[in-house]
């Protein structure tokens, strides 16, 4: 190897373990929130409650009951549901049918919100014009799989979405306490 290609390959390999370094020195360990909190459900307010069943599920659960266990765990934890609010609390139950007597389902809670972004609306006379947007974004979010036998799809989902709800609740008390 001559001189030349060492003081290539050195610089490459610098190149590379200093692109590490940047990488591993700038990764988010942990999520950031829009105001920079880490605390998504801080002076939550009310929720808004949506159960979304996939059709494979509907036949073999009772929609009203999985609903309503929801709704009380996080009533009994002190989450605050109001079906007029902003903010909306989605329970989405899906799952596919083996064929073979089992079912594969997934639950997933997830908590949606208005955020505001802002974007560059333009750029004039070399000054930064920005605009406000508001969306739709997920703030908070937890999921779960599993498979069962049909005949304990139900009691199953409602032990799972009990679950859910208490994850919920504990992250909601934990970020509003006193």
Known sequence: MNISSSVILM???GAAFAGYELRDKYVQKEPVY?????????????LKL???IAEPLKQFVDAEALRNRFELTLRKYGVVVDQEAGPIL?????GIDDGDGSI???NTVELTEKVAAKRIDKISDGKLFLKRVLMNADTWRQSATATVEKAELNERLLESVQKKAEAFANEY??????
């Open 173 to 178: 008390l934990k970020q509003n306490e006193g």
């Open 104 to 106: 594969q389902y997934s």
């Open 34 to 46: 829009f105001d920079g909190s880490k605390a998504p459900l801080l002076r939550m307010p009310p």
């Open 11 to 13: 610089l490459i390999a």
């Open 50 to 52: 949506d159960v979304v």
């Open 90 to 94: 989605t329970l989405t139950l899906s």
